[in-house]
């Protein structure tokens, strides 16, 4: 049995596939660090390597930042980026500087002694996983792979990526891991706008494909971590990354159903979490809300499930979760219709404003927002539909695009949803009357205002 489809993997000469070789537990793994004189390379300069560089190049290593995108590279430069003030205070630091150097060009890659690869991976619509980026950055790399370079593998991916798309590739032109070239799989952690959980602060977990491999690696990796932990293969690290977002996926899935369970009971679900969370032991605090967005929970657990359906291997709980995952943003908009029929308004026709758009407070990124699809939902039913977020100017629907609003409390809105709430962003005009104001009906799917007199939890 394999849990790989093979019609969706590269082709690889099954000969030159390295034996799984173990690697002792990290305090039997002679140190190694990065030297400051050494040069590594990031390949993709997203949220993910970005930070990565700026941190590398805060620890006084040489970075060749990489990225396929002129314009995310000019975006860099003029530091127009989304970014937590301690890394843009970096950027500011480095732009420009002799320890980053930024470039569009492959060929750069063969002058690091490390090279790090940070790209995206996402799923399509059909939640199939989209390998291009990472199969084009990996066989990018290999083609440029110079002898002595460690090669690390962050981004998100299926059991046996590693070996798939680096190992085989750099076999073929006669480089031998563990001897020629070192590789390994470090599975990023990145929680982009909090600040308390900064990659250098979060430990790593690294798997090499040789003891010599997850050694180097993790001296490349130690001035971006708290600590290294060092698990037997690639395998193993490529697996934990899926139990981490797989985990926290069905846990969101479990508190979005607490929150419809504690509406039918007149129950405060806040109230209940907050009461759970006072156990000291075995229990994770997870919190409600209209829908998970981001680059990991709505993906990640998706690579796990496509590789485990080319073996016919069931995951029913995961599977479980991740449908209701997807569900959770078309039930906004059902319990919007909900609340509107309860104040005599059809959906159709009604004024309604989503109140932030972006996947998670304190960012500007809404990639696989639920905002989106709740956006588009409300519209398809006749909705008169309108967003604002102060970090978020435009978003694409399926109609085209749509402009924040810039004055949301001047409009006589029939029904305001909250999904994201910023920090620091006035939303009094939802909770406070004013005179000629009358105060809104606020289904609030954040879970965030509990003091808004007109207020409904989804």
């Not at 560089?53 to 990489?66: E, K, N, Q, S, T």
């Not at 032109?173 to 959980?197: C, K, M, Q, T, Y």
């Not at 435009?394 to 949803?417: I, M, N, Y």
Request: aromatic fraction near 4%.
């Amino acid at each position: 049995m394999t849990l790989t489809p093979a019609a969706a993997r590269p082709a690889r000469p099954v000969e030159t596939r390295p034996a799984l070789t173990l690697v002792p537990r990290p305090d039997a793994l002679p140190p190694a660090t990065v030297s400051p004189a050494a040069t590594v390379a990031i390949v993709g300069l997203g949220y993910v390597g970005l930070p990565t560089a700026l941190a590398l190049a805060d620890a006084g290593v040489h970075v060749i930042g990489h990225d396929v995108s002129d314009l995310r590279l000019g975006a860099i430069r003029a530091g127009e980026v989304d970014l937590l003030p301690a890394d843009h205070a970096r950027l500011a630091r480095h732009a420009g500087s002799e320890l980053l150097d930024l470039t569009a060009d492959p060929a750069d890659l063969g002058r690091a002694d490390a090279v790090l690869v940070c790209v995206p991976t996402p799923v399509d619509g059909h939640l199939v996983p989209d390998l291009s980026a990472l199969a084009a950055a990996c066989a990018s790399v290999a083609a440029h792979a110079a002898a002595g370079q460690t090669i690390v593998l962050t981004s998100t991916t299926y059991v046996g990526s590693t070996r798939d798309l680096l190992v085989a590739p750099l076999a073929a032109r006669g480089l031998v891991v563990g001897r020629d070239v070192f590789v390994a799989f470090s599975p990023e952690r990145i929680d982009p706008g909090v600040a308390d959980h900064l990659p250098e602060r979060t430990p790593r977990v690294v798997g090499g494909v040789t003891p010599e491999c997850s050694r180097r690696a993790a001296g490349m990796l130690a001035p971006t971590a708290a600590a290294v932990h060092v698990v037997s293969s690639p395998e193993a690290a490529e697996m934990t990354k899926l139990l981490e977002n797989t985990f926290r996926a069905v846990n969101i899935a479990l508190a979005n159903e607490f929150a419809d369970v504690a509406r039918g009971f007149d129950v405060d679900v806040r109230e209940v979490v907050d009461a759970a969370a006072t156990k000291p032991y075995g229990f994770m605090a997870f919190r409600p809300g209209p829908g998970v967005g981001g680059h990991c929970i709505p993906c990640d657990p998706h690579y796990l499930l496509w590789q485990l359906r080319g073996g016919a291997v069931a995951a029913p709980l995961t599977e479980a979760a991740m449908n209701s995952i997807a569900a959770r943003p078309h039930a906004v908009v059902e319990r919007a219709r909900q609340v509107l029929a309860e104040n005599g308004r059809p959906l159709a026709g009604a004024r309604v404003l989503l109140a932030g758009v972006a996947y998670k407070p304190g960012v500007a990124d809404v990639r696989e927002s639920p905002a989106l699809t709740i956006l588009d939902d409300l519209r398809r039913a006749g909705a008169t539909v309108a967003f604002t977020d102060t970090m978020v100017n435009r978003v694409w629907t399926s109609a085209g695009p749509l402009d924040t609003e810039p004055d949301p409390a001047g409009t006589p809105w029939d029904l305001v949803v909250t999904h994201t709430l910023h920090p620091g962003v006035d939303h009094s005009w939802l909770t406070t009357p004013a005179p000629g104001r009358p105060l809104p009906q606020v289904l609030d799917a954040a879970y965030a205002l509990a003091d808004a007199p007109n207020r409904h939890v989804l």
